[in-house]
Structures are given as structure tokens and as C-alpha cells.
């Protein structure tokens, strides 16, 4: 018998997805929001950005300063109206911002609201060392065409406004550090040895399930290690020049191959640890047209999981679409990581240094060779293609008009493997959660992410996350291992792609860790 989640065509897509979803390991940075306050004959509060080169702006609304058009509009050339300290309109374009910011500097206005042409906000660009050495920085935003719109219907009547940053929580970070760890850790005690044959064989369902006997795990080859980081490099610059006719196909392709994912990690959950496939009226099976024979639980987890990827489909934009987008991902992730299974260290070291070089370079380096465009982060976030790319967690920031958090997929799976990698070893040498790696793993990729993070705040740009997740799993298992003398063994091995031997004598290991 087959299933639906073990179809050829199926298993190929679902291929697809795992391969892109690594394509991103970066933590994209939440667009720096503030806000402003307007009061007088309009009395209204405006979502704004706040550009590179701004004066750092409060938290709180004390300050409160006259609004003013600029005249020239442009903002180009020296204003020739009485701005003096206030918050000075004007319209983007004919120059750069920094040189709209330096003539509202020059004639003593307190901040700037850079009018944009279209109904959205963006952050201005500019680097802070490019304003005149005389200039003293100021409080710098933009707003929408239509909110601006509002302001000056009402100019004439003497406006006051309050340039204030959004107050942000840390609990969107929070959210995704515990989805990220908890994969890695599940995604990890599924893939281990004896879990690999952990089926009640009393349970037809263990016949069908693809991963629990006819699938073993596959070996990440040296070969692969190169060639994954030469296919992730050749997709990003794909998507990079052609995202607005690419970004659709892989939308459908990760409902598809996430929908897929989600089946098998259902129907593993159930058969490991219920007991419905026992149940005479889910033994009843029919034939279904390009899948063969399903029985009636299979059809009835196949028709959610289906309907999961197209909720998400259909109402991807929507302020709760990020609760579909995170389940789909994160059975993608747990999916991944019980798939695909490192033989040994030096593999594992392999591709992680190379994926090392890969992020930074896509994300630091790319700048300088594409016009200011960092090629990571712009993939990631979905280009102007109005979409976004959905190989990523999400999770809302409280704050009004505050972009979510988001963690590319790629940053669970990839240090994930070698997570995993370090639990099957030491299944395989009979150590103790205490006396093992795993522990040790689980906790350094924990604290990377924060390293993110804090790099993230710190430098409110988008951040190579291996740059921080690489030392803490990997660099922590080596000097961990060199000081127990043990480096050499895990270098080499031992194997630890299950097979029925191995799964036999490690079972009751592998207790330790759930």
C-alpha cells in the first residue's frame, strides 16, 4: 500500500522546498517603526519609518514642535521659509535624503518627514558620515502619500507634532527562540537511531509509513555538502534578478512540499504514540487515482493537511496567516532533520564552514556588488514583488505597525543536523545526557540565537545568523571534544545512519533523552 505523503511526485517536490528552505539562514531585521503624533485641527497618530541617519528619537511624546511645508517642496536646495525648530515636510525625490536632511539641518528645523509618492513607508537609506561636518543629526522619517495627504489638507491651521519610536517587547523574539530550539531538540530525538523503528507493528499504518521502515536516512556526502551550497548560491541569484515571476512557484511549491511534511509528521505522531489505527472503521481502505490503496485515517490527515497549505495559500497576507505559515515550516524543518543525517564530523564540519562563508558573503559582502543590495536579505524578504518569501518563522511584534520577527528555516536545519548528529553519536557510544554532546549543542544553539538577536538590535540590519549559530554548535562540540580526547573518533564516526543492529542496541539510550 501507499499514501498519499509517499507519492513519487510528492517526494520530488517535497525535495524542492527542503533544498530552498536551506537556501535561507539569515535573521532579517525588523524595520525600524515610530510614530507621529499630530495635534490641532487634525489630531491623528501616523505610522512612520525612521531613516539610517536619523538622530536617535524617544520613546515617549513630550516633545512638541510646529509643523512646517518646506518651500522649495523638494527639499534640494536652501529653504527660503522660517523653519526654525520645526518638524519640516517635504516631498521625495530630485535628490538624496541626506541632502533634504543637511538644508533642513542648515536652517534650524528639529526633524524631518520625508513625504513618499507612494501609500507605504520604506527606510531611507544614508549613510551618517555623507551629512556636512557641520550638520547635527536630527530626528528623520517618512510617511505615506496618504497620510502626509491628511497633514496638509490641515497646514494652513497650525499643526504641532511629536516624533516618537515604537516601544517594542521582546516577546516575539522569545516566541521564535522556543520554536526554533524545540525543533531542533524534537526534530532530533525523531531522527535518532531508535527512533527510526519505533512502530508498533501491530499498526497497518507502520506498513505504509515511508520514514518509519522503507526510508533510512540519507547520508549528506562531502559530494553534497559542495554541491548544496553551489545550488543555494545559483537559487539566490535567481530569485534575486527574477523574484517578481519566481515568487508564485515557490509559494505553490511550499504548500505543496509543506502540506506533504505535515502529513508525515502526523501520521508519525499517531502511530508512535496512539492507538487509532487499531480502530476497525480506519482499516477500511479504497483506491485512490495516482496513490493506490489509502485507508480512511490517511485520507481524513491528507484532506487537513491539504487544507492547512491552502488556508495559508489563499490568506497568506492576513495578520494570522502567520500561525499556517509556522506549522507548515516547522514540519518542514522536523521532516529535514529526520531525512537527512551526517556520518560524521568531518562532513558535518564541511558544510557548516562552508554555509558559514555562504551567509556572510550573501549577506555582508553582496552589498559592495550589487548596488547597496544585500542579496540574502533582499531574497528574504520577497524583493518588490509585494510577496514574501514563506521559508521563514514569523511571529507579531505588539507594537503598532511593527514589522513580525522573522528566523529563515535554514537556521533550525542546518545547525539542527549537526544537533542531531551529535545526539546519534552519542546514542551510539552509550553516553548519558550529562556525559554526551547533545546537551551541550542544544544549549550553544540556544545562546546563538541570542547572539542574533542582540546583533540584530544592535546594528538594525539583517544578520548572517550562522555567523553566530556555526561557533556555538559547531566550535563548542570541538574544543568540548579535544578536551575529552575525542575529536578523532567524531571525526571519522562511528556511523550513525540507523540500521537494525544499531537501532536494537541503542532504544534504551535514546530513553535518556525524552
Known sequence: QSTWGDSSQLKVMRSVVIALLCVFPVAVA?????????????????????????????????????????????????????VKNSLVMVERGNCSFVTKAHYVIASGGAGIIVVNSEDSVEVMGGNVNLLWPEDELIASVMISNKDATDILKHSDNGLVGTIFSASRGFEALIALWIMAVGTVYVGSVWASPSSVTAVPRHSRMAEQQPLAESDHPVEITIATAVGFILFASLSLMILFFFMNLLIYFVIVMFCIGSSSALYQCITAFIVRFTTLRRSGVFNISFRIPFVGMCDILSILIAIGCLSIAVLFFVFRNSADAWILQDTLGIALCLLFLRTFRFPNARTSALLLVLAFVYDIFWVFVSPLLFEGKSVMVTVATGGD????????????????????ALLGLGDIVLPGLFVSFTLAFDIQKGRSLRDGYFLYNLIGYGVGLI???????????????LLYLVPCTLGLTFVVALFRGEWSDMWDGPHVVASPETERDSEQSNENYV
Do not use: W
Not at 50 to 65: M, R
Not at 451 to 465: E, N, R, S
Open 30 to 82: 525588523d524595520t525600524e517603526i515610530g510614530y507621529l503624533k499630530v495635534k490641532g485641527s487634525l489630531n491623528n497618530v501616523f505610522i512612520v519609518t525612521i531613516a539610517e541617519f536619523s538622530a536617535s528619537i524617544p520613546t515617549s511624546d513630550n516633545s512638541q514642535y510646529t509643523i512646517t511645508i518646506a518651500s522649495p517642496y523638494h527639499g534640494c536646495e536652501p529653504l527660503s521659509n522660517n
Open 451 to 465: 547572539c542574533t538577536y542582540v546583533a540584530l538590535f544592535a546594528m538594525q540590519k539583517g544578520q548572517p545568523a
Open 385 to 404: 514583488s509585494g510577496e514574501s518569501i514563506p521559508m521563514l518563522l514569523r511571529f507579531p511584534n505588539s507594537c503598532l505597525g511593527c514589522s513580525p
